[in-house]
């Protein structure tokens, strides 16, 4: 299979993107941003509603009511992956048991 110049190649090998020609030339379709805008309109409403169930929810409601604020106002905390160069399985599992991971999942 002969490369082309022009063309960057993917993972797989097959066609890839031309240099200087955009993968998606009209950008975000019509519709998805007619759709955002009718959601933005409703925004302060849902907030109202999220704000509500923080001051008046039960307490299961409330708690995933701030997360919802807080994920939003600040984003997501950012999660701890474990990450090593293990060569078998075996290597992995033995990275994994011997690591100070908690013994329980709080969720």
Partial sequence: MR???DKI??????GGFTKGVSGNP???????LEFQRLMQEHAPE??????DV????KNA???????EILNRA???P????VTTQAKSFEAMLDVLTTSNLPSKVYH
């Fill in 26 to 32: 009209l950008g975000k379709s019509k519709k998805v």
């Fill in 3 to 5: 490369k082309s110049p």
């Fill in 9 to 14: 190649p993917n993972p797989t090998g097959k």
């Fill in 61 to 67: 409601e409330r708690l995933a009511a701030a997360q």
């Fill in 46 to 51: 849902a907030i109202g509603v999220l704000l």
């Fill in 78 to 81: 950012v999660q701890a992956t």
């Fill in 54 to 57: 923080l001051r008046n929810g």
């Fill in 74 to 76: 600040y984003g997501k």
